[in-house]
């Protein structure tokens, strides 16, 4: 293939590209208005507490609250504020600013995902004015670089000529202007809500918030006095007083906008009024049925008084979604579907590193248990070709582990009185059949085949869950994490690590079978196929939505069809690939842009950042982010040093830490130059995401069985050709 042949041929793949995901844009669904989302106008009322969950509702014990499942909207609420857990503060001025926000308090500065700094009271007494601590508010949210604008609602609410009424101290938090002023306010008392209720068009009420006992930090200032059981019952008792008092034709919203102490768990909102009804809560900021985040509350807000939204905006308004029927029995079953996004976010959480790490040893124990064994010329000439056998089968399975972390969602392993037992048996349940198809199949033979069949199945199973949804990914242990609220949909960086991987090892398995039979054209254009389409389902808005994937695997593709072309990599032609890469990544950020502010996903969200001024806090969110996941435990600092060591083997295959790839680097013509985009790939996705540091680490999951499985297979065949040693000296004096 001529260079004139090559560029006309990647033009035409660029421009394929950008159609088909253009296509893919316009399609995609945007907000579908509700009857929340078509009508304005008329009151709502907000009631905030914190650490309210969906397991406190009963009908015997919250009588008010049950109600409010029964005859409600409602949903898990995200409340992850800039700290890991959400203090009072933090949720009240999150409702302010319309983005994550947090108190800065007993040290540790303006954010991050370090340690929370305890909770800081709320003023006990407070009267029309400045909010006390504004200004010590206004400089963390400064510092913490999540772009929050303290007092926005308040302002926003105010330059359209309305007003809000505040409730208690919370409620003067959320209602507070960029000054700190707040106008309209009153303490809490039953006996004036009514007169409360009718001055303004927004009234925030703070009916206060519950601690549990048993999981507050000892250095909080705030501390329960009674059991969370009362405090319950305490809250039920005012949001029934605010029902009876709320003015007819308003919405009354009820949010917990903190977490019950030191503990970060989904919490729980609901909304009732002539706009909403007995059903779930949406948003597209989620794409999940029944899960919103807090960040949503504050456009919903602007949105019911028809005030604009500021497009600097993470969250989007919250839609109705109307139940089929309303009753005692749809009500238990909402409420079973809420208490699962709450029970699964919260025991995956606590066991991600305790599975991986011992499914990490466990492998590491047998690879060098093999190892040592074959080293020390241990039995006979079969059983040390059994010894190879079992590693490789080991390795085999070991690779299916990490499509069936996402496939054991299927089952609802968290309500098993042991979550981990239930867990292990759930990803047990499907890595049992892939790794019976991957090892007994016709295709066992060929010393791709196993290596295809996982990377096939790795790719459907991710691919399919982007198509509907991403409901395996959520809560997944190496998925989406709801508590965290990072990300709710599309392709996060572990996904993509596991995608992009798998990607580039099957390239490598089809390119090289196509190489080794004279076919290098076929082979060219079967590994661009397959990169491209890969690339279509990570950066698709509808799909992966993945702001900084394309520009890793893209990359990693070219290399790979420009070595079996047998073109050499030049400077020049360097910088036309990331030129290039560059450009498609704009025009797909720039198509997303153009869509309705609602309907953006990340790309179009970054692209509308960039234009307010707001990029460089992001590229340095990224650098944190990054730098504390290197440095929060020792082993993550084993990365960089793994890394270079790999990218120094596969760079000097004469060196003798690289003797046991040699055998397979010269059996197979593709398999070194496959890793070597492998390593790219990884190097480009860790330097560009937040968090990217774990792409190397979570991709090596996938990599390093399947690779060890391709080398023993190797010295399989060569140790099966030879003929039969009867003696250990015969090994010796081979």
Known sequence: MTRR???????????????????????????????????????????????????????????????????????????????????????????????????????????????????????????????????????????????????????????????????????????????????????????TLLSALATCPLTLIDVGPIRDPADVNPKDEIRPTTTRAQQVAVVDARVAAVLKVAPAGADVVLASLADAGATERLRMIAITGPHFGGGTLESSSTRQPGLVQLTDLTPTILQHLGIPQPSNLGGTPLQFVPADTISDHSADQRLRALLDYDQASHNVHGLVEPFFYGWALLQLVLYLSAAMLWKRGWGTE?????????????????????????????????????PMVGLVASVALFAGPISVLALLGPWHRRPFGPMGVVCVTTLAVLTLDVMTGSRLQLSSLMGLQPVIGGRFYGMGNVTFALFATATLLLCTAVGNHLVTIGQPRYAAGAVAAIGLGAVIVDASPSLGSDL?????????????????????????????????????????????????????????????????????????????QNTTLLFANPLSLLIPVVLVLFAYILARPNWWAAAPFRRPFARFQLLRTGLIAIVVMWVIGAALNDSGAAIPAVGATLACPLVIAVALRTLEDERAARPVATTRASRHRR
Request: with cysteine.
């Open 5 to 191: 042949q090559l560029l006309a041929t990647a033009t035409a793949a660029v421009v394929l590209a950008s159609v088909v995901i253009g296509s893919f844009i316009m399609a995609s669904p945007r907000a579908s208005p509700t009857a929340s989302s078509k009508k304005v106008g008329g009151s709502i009322v907000v009631i905030g507490t914190g650490g309210l969950s969906w397991s406190d509702v009963s009908p015997q014990t919250t009588p008010t609250l049950w109600s409010l499942l029964r005859d409600g909207a409602t949903a898990a609420l995200t409340v992850r504020s800039i700290h890991a857990n959400t203090c009072p503060v933090d949720g009240w001025l999150t409702l302010s600013a319309g983005e994550q926000a947090g108190d800065s308090f007993g040290g540790g500065g303006g954010g991050g995902d370090g340690v929370k700094p305890p909770c800081r009271a709320l003023p006990a007494q407070m009267t029309p004015g400045k909010v006390p601590h504004w200004s010590e508010y206004r400089a963390a949210a400064g510092g913490s670089r999540f772009d929050a604008s303290l007092g926005l609602l308040g302002d926003q609410i105010a330059s359209h000529g309305k007003c809000v009424q505040a409730v208690g101290p919370g409620a003067a938090l959320g209602a507070a202007r960029a000054s700190g002023m707040v106008v309209r306010y009153q303490q809490y008392d039953e006996s």
């Open 382 to 418: 079969g059983q040390r070709l059994q010894i190879l056998l079992d590693t490789r089968r080991v390795a085999i399975i070991a690779a299916t582990v990490p499509a069936s972390t996402f496939l054991a969602n299927l089952l609802p392993w968290w309500r098993f009185s042991v």
């Open 548 to 624: 900084g994937g394309p520009p890793a695997l893209l990359p990693a593709v070219i290399l790979l069809v420009m070595a079996i072309l047998q073109i050499r990599l030049t400077w020049l032609r360097g910088l036309a690939i990331g030129g290039g890469v560059g450009a498609f990544l704009v025009l797909l950020g720039l198509l997303d842009w153009l869509r309705p502010a609602e309907s953006r996903s990340h790309m179009g969200k970054f692209v509308q950042t960039m234009l307010d001024g707001g990029a460089w806090d992001i590229i340095v969110r990224k650098l944190g």
